[in-house]
């Protein structure tokens, strides 16, 4: 700033030279810079004012604003926060082929407590005991009356729950929002939902994240925010799960088993349409796994389709005269010397029944003849054997997606010998799943090639590497016919559905070694119709004794086969099968000539 002088020698030389005094020109301009200071101070205050003005008009009204908010809103809990990362609640929805919801989301509430803020606490711990009966009032009224700051009381609770406590009127109970996870449908396909639980968890959000099943093979899908409008679509069909556990449920009961477990599996796309496993439980209140005892299968978390590692008996047989037929040894009409006991060194093979003296490839799946699928393995040989097993997916888990399957790994022989393929030959020896045993009988059921289970809708069929010829397979599905219609497997036959397959009864193995002496785990395995495949459907009961004709029975041809018989008249219709006229065997004709 430029300060003009109070005595400016151009004023003040010409003021002396007129004879004027120059100290009146210094207070002159004296007086007119204390006159200059005084608007500029007054102008700098006008302007301090004027700001402040509008800082306090802003604020009023921001206040204002706020209050008028409030005043619409819904009132809230105030609830505690703290820095860190944001929890992702979203969860896609889990649906069945035809779009009906198994798994989805459900907004509800938690409960918790800040004991500092309580004003009556044991009267609270009293009132919350009569809502929550399963809770301990003695623990609720130490961790109220202590030192504790912060507290969950129930991690979900339901709307007439979270009433009731409201009511109460303690501002020490409070309430944060989240999303738990819903299996409408109860108990229905539980193993294969598997269930959720909780992972991040804070007063107003917990992440869902899945525990066993699809729900814990797909978590990172069902997760991920882009995939929150596109559910993840089973190959299951709600209707024929529902028909399907409600059949094996009552043929377990009528049959005395401990167990059972069923799979329906479309024989060219490798879709399961159905999967169940008894006993089960409810994914909306999943039990907690066993913590003691040597039986897996005690636990109604047991997936026996998938875990249940058994030796399957003679539904094996229909694999070695495949094979037998598939290397050009035999053919469905080669005779087979089944004279026994077949005797291997100290070991002794006998069939169920005394078959005579020989009997055809085709005679020996229907009669069940375990000395002649012995003698088909000793032509076949322990390597090819192994060899073609193994293409058929048998000596590895199965590839059906829940996390429960990679633990249903295949029992097999540590060395490999002749006497190890006779015996697999007939099912001993070699311990599989049931849906191992899917996958095999599909293979055969669509002509011939191997074809993955799997749990998730597909669009094509999905054939994978060829391990037997058509003819092979259609001469395999002749003899499986022959089964039910003529063979040991009678109660099998549905009329109009052309059921072919097989049954196999095996020793029960011990958990710690050795066998039962009067347990089976008896097992049918059904293609149907024979004419044209489109299903496989294998049925395991663990433990089955009827009695019959006044003694007990418990193979698998008075067990697992009338089961499986009932569960295909019940499932068939709905898969859209109309019942058919089946067409007569061409045999016994003779051309002659007028």
Request: hydrophobic fraction near 40%; proline fraction near 7%; charged fraction near 25%.
């Amino acid at each position: 700033m430029i300060r003009t002088p109070l005595r400016p020698l151009a004023r003040v030389l010409p003021a002396r030279a007129r004879g004027e005094n120059p100290d009146l020109i210094e207070r002159e301009n004296l007086a007119q810079r204390h006159r200059d200071m005084e608007v500029r101070a007054r102008t700098r205050a006008e302007g301090r004012l004027l700001v402040l003005a509008a800082f306090f008009v802003c604020a009023y009204l921001a206040i204002g604003g706020r209050m008028a908010i409030m005043a619409t809103s819904e009132p809230s809990e105030p609830v505690a926060s703290i820095g860190g990362s944001a929890i992702a609640n979203q969860r896609a929805d889990i649906v069945d082929r035809a779009g009906r919801i198994l798994a989805t989301n459900f907004e509800t509430h938690s409960l918790y407590a800040q004991p500092p803020q309580m004003i009556d606490p044991i009267a609270a711990a009293d009132k919350l005991v009569a809502i929550f009966p399963d809770l301990e009032r003695e623990r609720l009224v130490k961790d109220f009356t202590g030192k504790r700051k912060f507290l969950w009381i129930k991690k979900k609770i339901s709307p007439e729950q979270m009433q009731a406590v409201h009511d109460i009127g303690d501002p020490g109970l409070l309430f944060g929002p989240r999303e738990m996870r819903l299996y409408p449908n109860g108990k229905l396909a539980a193993h294969v939902l598997g269930g959720a639980s909780f992972g991040k968890e804070g007063v107003s959000a917990a992440e869902v994240i899945g525990v066993a099943g699809v729900e814990k093979t797909f978590d990172d899908y069902l997760r991920d925010p882009a995939n929150a409008g596109k559910p993840l679509e089973l190959s299951l069909d709600l209707s024929v799960q529902d028909a399907t556990e409600e059949v094996l449920y009552g043929g377990m009961k009528l049959m005395n088993a401990k167990g059972a477990t069923s799979i329906l599996m479309d024989v060219n796309t490798g879709e399961v349409i159905s999967v169940a496993s008894l006993p089960d439980f409810d994914p909306n209140d999943r039990p907690r796994p066993p913590t003691s005892g040597f039986d897996p299968s005690q636990s109604p978390l047991f997936n026996r389709s998938v875990q249940g590692v058994y030796e399957l008996g003679s539904t094996f047989k229909i694999f070695a005269t495949a094979q037998a037929m598939e290397l050009g040894l035999v053919n469905p009409s080669t005779v087979i010397d089944i004279r026994g006991p077949l005797r291997w060194g100290k070991f002794t093979i006998r069939d169920f029944h005394n078959y005579g003296k020989e009997l055809t490839v085709s005679k020996i799946i229907e009669k069940s003849s375990n000395i002649g699928t012995a003698r088909l393995a000793q032509q076949i040989g322990a390597e090819r054997q192994r060899s073609f097993l193994e293409d058929l997916g048998m000596l590895k888990p199965t590839p059906f997606e829940i996390v429960e399957a990679s633990g249903g790994q295949p029992l097999l022989p540590k060395n490999w010998s002749e006497l190890s393929a006779m015996t697999i030959s007939y099912g001993h020896g070699i311990s599989t799943t049931p849906m191992h045993l899917a996958a095999g009988y599909a293979a055969i059921a669509n002509g011939g090639h191997y074809v993955a289970p799997t749990i998730l809708k597909q669009k094509t069929p999905q054939p994978g590497p060829r391990v037997m010829r058509e003819e092979v397979a259609n001469a395999s599905l002749d003899m499986l016919r022959r089964v039910v219609s003529e063979g040991t497997a009678s109660f099998a036959e549905v009329k109009g559905y052309e059921v072919g397959g097989k049954t196999g009864t095996a020793d029960k193995p011990k958990p710690r070694g050795g066998y039962y002496e009067n347990k089976v785990i008896a097992t049918f395995a059904a293609v149907f119709p024979v004419s044209e495949p489109k299903y496989v459907l294998v049925v395991t009961l663990d433990e089955p004794e009827v009695v019959a004709h006044g003694e007990p029975r418990r193979t698998a041809g008075w067990t697992a086969a009338p089961v499986a018989a009932e569960m295909i008249a019940r499932l068939a219709p709905l898969l859209g099968l109309r019942p058919q006229i089946e067409p007569a065997r061409i045999s016994g004709v003779t051309l002659t000539s007028n």
